[in-house]
T-cell receptor, first 115, second 112 residues
């Protein structure tokens, strides 16, 4: 596709439910990033993949958060036993090879609301 | 945690005026970027300035970087209603890792 796509765009979950958020990066982009954006705040880094390798997961807030990118393209962010504080917009971004300048292309985000 | 702080948090100006937003950050960087976010289009990359650059222009945008003060400014000239959005600075200050560190943003409103 022309840009980064994410699905679903909106997700409502009851506290304690598991959710899975999908990201389709720009075709051929090697690097993929997940960010969490709380209301009124800037995005905060969660995790980073280069191809299928998860090179940095230091931003994941707890062990309830898990991300994968098994074939080096589509990525899934999974949140287990969701809590109200998990309510946020989850943004995915991708970057092409040789992106030394670190310009990232963002998807529209998934807005997660935990009731 | 957020790396930077944008100033002001909110700004409202008349169409045609210039808008200036500032960003401060805390640690050494390789580059600094500005992004725009509105509800219709998500986060869009505007401009990147490298740590060895002091000023950069792109259309109606002018970015400055002062690494000695760890600060940057974004100037939008001749503002338009379509410039209404939130603006974020982002740095690569993660100790060489690749994720961006964003500030809290400036919400800009252009009044027609």
């Amino acid at each position: 596709g022309a840009g980064v796509s994410q699905s679903p765009r909106y997700k409502v979950a009851k506290r304690g439910q598991d959710v899975a958020l999908r990201c389709d990066p720009i075709s051929g982009h090697v690097s993929l990033f997940w960010y969490q954006q709380a209301l009124g705040q800037g995005p905060e880094f969660l995790t980073y993949f280069q191809n299928e390798a998860q090179l940095d997961k230091s931003g994941l807030p707890s062990d309830r958060f898990f991300a994968e990118r098994p074939e080096g393209s589509v990525s899934t962010l999974k949140i287990q036993r969701t809590q109200q504080e998990d309510s946020a917009v989850y943004l995915c971004a991708s970057r092409g090879f040789g992106g030394g300048y670190n310009e990232q292309f963002f998807g529209p985000g998934t807005r997660l609301t935990v009731l | 945690s957020q790396q930077g702080e944008e100033d002001p948090q909110a700004l409202s100006i008349q169409e045609g005026e210039n808008a200036t937003m500032n960003c401060s950050y805390k640690t050494s960087i390789n580059n600094l970027q500005w992004y725009r976010q509105n509800s219709g289009r998500g986060l869009v990359h505007l401009i990147l300035i490298r740590s060895n650059e002091r000023e950069k222009h792109s259309g109606r945008l002018r970015v400055t970087l002062d690494t000695s003060k760890k600060s940057s400014s974004l100037l939008i000239t001749a503002s338009r209603a379509a410039d209404t959005a939130s603006y974020f600075c982002a740095t690569d200050a993660r100790g060489g890792a690749d994720g961006l560190t964003f500030g809290k943003g400036t919400h800009l409103i252009i009044q027609p």
